[in-house]
C-alpha cells in the first residue's frame, strides 16, 4: 500500500501542472515565432544581395552629386541671403 502511495505521488510531482505546459507552449510559439522572423530576414537579404549583384549600377551608394551654382535652389539661397544682409 506504501509502495502505492509512493508512486502515486512521484506520478504527481512528475507530471507538469496546467501551467506549466501553458507556459512552455508559450514559450515554444515565441520561439518559433523568432526563428520564422530571422529566416525571413535571412531571405530578404538573400533576395537583395541577388539583386545588387545582378544590376550593380542600380545600388551604388555613393555621395549625391552636388548640384550646379547656377541651380534655382542655389539662386534662392543667395536671394534670401541678400534680402537678409540689406535689413
Request: no cysteine; glycine share 2%.
Amino acid at each position: 500500500m506504501r509502495l502505492a502511495i509512493l508512486f502515486t505521488t512521484a506520478a504527481l510531482l512528475v507530471t507538469p501542472t496546467i501551467a506549466e505546459e501553458k507556459r512552455k507552449t508559450n514559450e515554444d510559439a515565441g520561439v518559433r515565432e523568432a526563428i520564422a522572423f530571422e529566416r525571413a530576414k535571412d531571405r530578404a537579404d538573400a533576395a537583395q544581395a541577388r539583386k545588387e549583384a545582378k544590376n550593380p549600377e542600380k545600388f551604388t551608394y555613393e555621395k549625391p552629386k552636388s548640384s550646379s551654382d547656377k541651380s534655382l535652389a542655389n539662386e534662392q539661397k543667395r536671394e534670401a541671403l541678400e534680402k537678409n544682409e540689406k535689413k
